[in-house]
């Protein structure tokens, strides 16, 4: 982007869960680093982003809800709108047949693409042209490990320990829009919760598709937990969402002996049946 020229002003709206509140920050910070600022006004933005979620009717239901919303908008002004996260990734077919309005699609992998995706969309529009991009493969790497997200100033801090699943359960879309379980390495994870920690926050919450199914190497999730709980100026650390499987008596330990480990475990249940699972 041009140094000299008044920064673009982007406004991102959030859909569903805390990971994909923490993935709106990890955004936040790709594009704050290419020169764009943000507003919480979207009648003044040039970009609007909706970061969305492919589980929850009510979430699917509010992002088509706002892109309709947005399509007097955009017919006065110049106007780039994006879609972010898992419905970019799940309903891409969908979302470019019935949504002409959307100039930018990007799955929950893709956001270092962001930018380039965008300065793309608003030289096409200002050239009169109709170029859309679309960037939603998905990744058996990606964690964004060297990204540390522009955060509100707040009492709670998320840290994305992992990405994805590797259950498939019958019910669940998770695997076809975070892709395969990857961890990021331990010491990154420790080192953002250092800045956490000097940044005033006083709880970290970690978080993972399947939290708790945490690998680096020879770090098990029980591990993890213990060092960010003991990061100097850290009061309280909660982790969501766990899987049932893996809860071995290292972490019920963990939970149970170690004073900044909050006891309390949020523990999603869909079914009992093992068929439907």
């Known amino acids: 982007m041009n140094a000299l020229r008044t920064p673009r002003q982007v406004h991102i709206e959030t859909f569903g869960?805390?990971?994909?509140?923490?993935?709106?920050?990890?955004v936040r910070s790709l594009l704050k680093r290419e020169g764009y600022a943000f507003t919480e006004d979207r009648e003044r933005a040039d970009v609007i982003l909706m970061n969305t979620c492919a589980i929850r009717e009510n979430a699917h239901t509010k992002v088509y809800r706002h892109l309709s919303e947005l399509k007097s908008l955009k017919k006065t002004r110049s106007l780039v709108v994006g879609v972010l996260g898992c419905m970019a990734q799940n309903l891409k077919e969908e979302l470019t047949a019935k949504e002409p309005l959307v100039d930018v699609l990007a799955g929950p992998d893709a956001y270092r693409q962001l930018p380039m995706l965008i300065d793309n969309a608003i030289r096409?529009?200002?050239?009169?042209?109709?170029?859309k991009g679309y960037a939603v493969d998905l990744s058996e790497y990606e964690t964004y490990d060297d990204v540390i997200p522009e955060r509100n100033d707040n009492v709670n801090a998320w840290i994305a320990?992992?990405?994805?699943?590797?259950?498939f359960c019958s019910f669940c879309v998770v695997p076809y829009t975070r892709g395969r379980e990857r961890s990021r390495d331990p010491l990154g994870i420790i080192e953002e919760a250092r800045l956490i920690a000097a940044q005033g926050f006083k709880q970290i919450t970690l978080l993972g598709q399947n939290v708790n199914s945490y690998r680096f190497n020879e770090w098990d999730f029980a591990q993890l937990l213990i060092a960010v709980a003991d990061v100097?100026?850290?009061?309280?650390?909660?982790?969501?969402s766990p899987h049932p499987k893996d809860f071995p008596p290292s972490l019920l330990e963990a939970v149970a002996t170690h004073p900044n480990i909050c006891k309390h475990i949020h523990l999603p249940l869909q079914s009992g049946n093992d068929r439907i699972l």
């Open 17 to 26: 869960c805390q990971m994909n509140e923490y993935d709106s920050e990890v």
């Open 232 to 240: 100097p100026g850290i009061e309280r650390v909660r982790f969501t």
């Open 124 to 131: 096409s529009q200002e050239q009169g042209d109709s170029l």
């Open 161 to 167: 320990v992992m990405r994805g699943c590797d259950n």
